[in-house]
Structure formats: C-alpha cells, structure tokens
C-alpha cells in the first residue's frame, strides 16, 4: 500500500487559496482524462467527524489528479455527496439533493455533470441509488475511496455506473494524499468499522468490521503533520478506544495515546468516539499522565434503563456505565464528560424515560447529543415492536435537553473565575473578539487587543457562562 502524504494545501501549492470546504485550488497535471463538464468537483459532507476526514481524502485523491475544487455544484463536473446514514433525517437529505440534479424535473441542474454517492448511505442501499436515481454514476463506500481513480477511468472509458463497496479492507487509512481543510488540527481514522453489533445502529453494515491500523503508520503521520505545523491530532474511530494494533508493537490504545502525546510539536490530542465497554483506567491514567492528552471523554450512553439498554444490545448495564463516569470522575484532573442518547427507542417506557432523565443527574454530563430514535434499515431495532408514537418522542426529547440544558449551565457557571488555555479557532467582525476551544472542549468566545491570534494558544479567564459555551478575556498574569 502506498504511503500517504498529508501536507496542508498552502504548502503542497504555493499561491494557491485554500480554506474549508468550498475551497479553490491547483493540483499538478495528470495523465487521467477529463470528465464531462471538466475537470472540477464538488463535495458536499453529511455527519461526523470521520465523514469529514474521509472527504479530506477524497479531494486528495482528486487534487492528486489534476482535479480543481469548487465552490458549488454548479461550477463542478463531478459532484460527490459523502453521506451519513446514522439518522433517517440525514439520508433524507441526501436524495433530496439528488433529486435537483433529476433530468425530468424543468428546473433540474445541467444532466451532463456526473453525480456520486459516497460514505454510509452509498453502501447502505448500494445499487439501489441507481435505481432511485438513474442520473447516477458512481456509489462508492468509505472503504474504496483509494480505488477512485480507477472508478472515474471506468467512467472515463465509457462505463454508465461504478460502484465501490467492499469493507473487509484497510484501503480506508491511507490514500495517497489527503486534502486539510483545517490549518492546524488534523483528523486520524486509527480504527475503522465496528463489532459491537447495537441492534439500532447501521455502521456494522456501512462500515463493516472492526480493522486497525498500525501503530507506526499513525506515528509516522502524526510526526509529518507536526513537522509542517499542526498542533492539535483528533484520533477517530466508530469506537476509538476498540482500537488494537496490529503490527508486532501491540500497543494499546492507552499506549498509543501516550506515544501520539510525546511528538515534538503536538500540542493536544483529542480522540472519538469511545465505547463504555472498552473504556478503562489506564486510558484515564494515560489522559492524567499527560498534558497533551485533552481532558475530555466523549462516552455514549444511549439510555439510561438497563431494560433498554439490553434491548438496544449495549453490553453494559446502567450501573456499569455509573462505573466508567466514577473512574473519569475520580482522575487527578477535572476530566469533561459528553454523551449520545437516543429517546423514543420500541419498548421505551415512561419509567425508562424517567431512569434516563436521572443518569443526566448522576452523570452531570458537561454535554449530550440527543436524538429521536429513527429505524435504520438492516437493524434489529427496525422490525421491533412496540414503536412509540413520534408525538412522544418529540415530547421526550424535549424534556431531556432541557434537563441537560439546566445542567450545563450550572457546571459552565462554576467555573467563572477560572484560567484556561484555549486554541484560538476563529474571529469575530468586532476587532477583539475571538473564539477558540479548551482543552475540555469547552467553546470559550473571548476579548484580546492583540491580532493574528489564530492557531495560538493562550491562558483566558472566564468572565461568563451559557449553557452551550463561555466567555472571557485574555489573562495577562
């Protein structure tokens, strides 16, 4: 497998303009042949981090090929949408997206252009997007996206549809080389996949089994991005803390953690998501040991009933989840706590709801991504019986955050007085106003008289606190 090269694109091509998605640019000149409608393309990123990454690697791929991004749809002759299917919502959103490109519809987009699915739902339905929509070309999961080139000559060469499907492959860490979109934190999938088998959950069947990648392929890019600056590495995984190295170190997660932390030049390491049944002491003595290691877990939960969590095949018990908050809780540094829950599960009772609404307030959560529970199809959850009206989801729903939301604001309050240090992120219209992150992933909005502050690390007080963020001014102690 070739080795990957992960550069920020202002480095790879002087003078060019790169930042964020909807980003211009050049790439050297190559052999492979145009599409119709030239050679641009467009990708619009449905999900997670990790489908965030994974777009990163495919505009590499294709910037490696002679390929310009741009800015719409309209300006492109290839249009890529990496898709999420964890929520229904999500793959909603997906084919109403293609549904603007239908060659029927009067005010549908130029028919020329060639469209691809890719991510989750693409290996979701697979074939069948071809059938819900023939304007289609191209369905490729997370797992071929190395095989791209190869597709699009398909393409190229006169093929009217191409899929890319497989998951039983470790093709998905490494492309040749992978597009940053961010200046100073880079995104590293270590673990792809998952085993756990939730009985809602579709990204056994997306992103198929569990597979990690090597310990010193991670290092060696880790020193590359430090080399060329980043500061801060985000480790991804659909359960990150499942990771098992499978070169002749052997390294645990914890271990790796540490190895990441001591690279000349990282500043922070972040990783997510984790799952409470692979969640240990030795990953809290590992964030403990080292600075670098940011003081944040984010450990989903789902539901607070044990009758629920069987049902949703969670393999852990209400109070062994209790457990794993303890032994964060219980770290020499104050260590942030975040979750998922689902409400509206079939079977979900009042009672259940109400367990749930207590773990909020035994857990103390510092923040929660809650959702309706929508049936996902290849899932056990999907044909259970018992489905609780939406009415009552939305009702559940609405209860919970509030009880989360009235939480986050007292644990953001008392910490008024307090210095953190914050990665400065971003910058208001208003000349000294900035924004940036703690290391407990806090959002921390702030004042400073000084400029050029992006991608600095600075000591700020907080002065103020919201449920959803802080806010502060710069400390000159």
Known sequence: MGESIHVPLAALFPGASFSGASAKGNAPASSLGGLRGGRTFYIETFGCQMNEHDS????????????????????????????????????????????????KNNSGRDSGKVIGVL??????????????????????????????????????????????????????????????????????????????????????????PERSRASDSILREVRELAEVGYTEIQLLGQTVNSYRDPSNRHLTFSELLLAVAEIP?????????????????????????????????????????????????????????????????????????????????????????????????????????????????????????DPVPESEKLRRLQALQERQRAIQLRRNQG???EVFEVLVEGASRRETQWTGRTSSNRVLNFTSSRTDLLGEYLRVRVTGAGPNSLTGEESIE
């Open 119 to 208: 991510g989750c739902v693409a290996q979701q339905e697979g074939e069948q997007i071809f059938e819900r929509a023939p304007w289609v070309s191209l369905v490729c999961g997370s797992a071929s996206y190395r095989k791209l080139p190869l597709l699009l000559a398909r393409l190229e060469a006169g093929e009217r549809r191409v899929t890319g499907l497989e998951t039983d492959t470790d093709e998905t860490f490494e492309t040749e080389l992978t597009r940053r979109d961010h200046p100073f934190r880079a995104y590293l999938t270590i673990i792809e996949g998952c085993d756990k088998a939730c009985s809602y959950c579709v990204v056994p069947y997306t992103r198929g």
């Open 265 to 385: 030049g990282i500043r922070r390491v972040r990783f997510l998501t984790s799952h409470p049944r692979d969640l240990g002491g030795d990953i809290v003595a590992a964030i403990d040991a080292s600075p670098a290691l940011c003081d944040h877990v984010h450990l989903p939960v789902q539901a607070g009933s044990t009758r629920v969590l069987r049902a949703m095949q969670r393999t852990y018990t209400r109070e062994e989840y209790l457990e794993k908050i303890g032994l964060i809780r219980r770290a020499r540094r104050p260590i942030s706590i975040t979750t998922d829950i689902i409400v509206g599960f079939p079977g979900e009772s009042e009672q259940d709801f109400e367990e749930t609404l207590s773990l909020l307030e035994a857990a103390q959560f510092d923040g929660a991504f809650s959702f309706q529970y929508s049936p996902r199809p290849h899932t056990p959850a999907a044909v259970m019986a």
């Open 415 to 417: 910490l008024v007085g």
């Open 56 to 103: 990163e690697k495919v505009a590499g791929v294709l910037l490696r090929r002679g390929y310009r991004q741009v800015a719409s749809p309209d300006e492109a002759g290839l249009v890529f949408y990496n898709t999420c299917s964890i929520r229904e919502k999500a793959a909603q959103k997906v084919f109403s997206r293609l549904g603007e490109f239908n060659p």
